[in-house]
């Protein structure tokens, strides 16, 4: 098949791979939108990470150095030291619904 005769498919074979002209657009519509939901929840369960700012021994020393790298998802765990984190605070990006929000909590303990 050359690349003019290619140019030329059916849109619904250029992004299946096969003829199916039986299948209605809709249906094409549904599975493509089910495939991207489904890489979506994949690759935002896969990213959640929990950093941890604490005066030794976390991720971080600082809680805004730890608001630049977190993203939708993520948790940033905050440890008691012995003088108060005294920072203004800026959150970066904040997340979504669909992704998770960006959580600033208190470390247990």
């Known amino acids: ?9 059916p849109l619904a074979r250029m ?7 039986a299948a ?14 489904a890489v979506l929840g994949f690759s935002v369960a896969s990213h959640a990470t929990v950093y941890t ?3 030794s021994g ?8 730890a608001l630049a790298v977190a993203v939708a998802g993520d948790t940033i765990d905050v440890k008691e030291k012995a003088t108060p984190y ?3 605070l800026a959150f970066p990006r904040s997340g979504n619904a669909a992704a998770g ?6 470390a247990p303990g």
């Open 1 to 9: 098949m050359g690349a003019e005769s290619r140019s030329r498919q």
């Open 15 to 21: 992004r299946t791979g096969h003829d199916c002209p």
């Open 24 to 37: 209605p657009r809709r249906a094409q519509g549904l599975l493509a939108v089910g495939c991207a939901l």
């Open 53 to 55: 700012v604490a005066a």
């Open 58 to 65: 976390g991720d971080f020393t600082s809680i805004q150095a």
């Open 86 to 88: 005294f920072e203004k």
């Open 101 to 106: 929000f960006i959580a600033l909590q208190a």
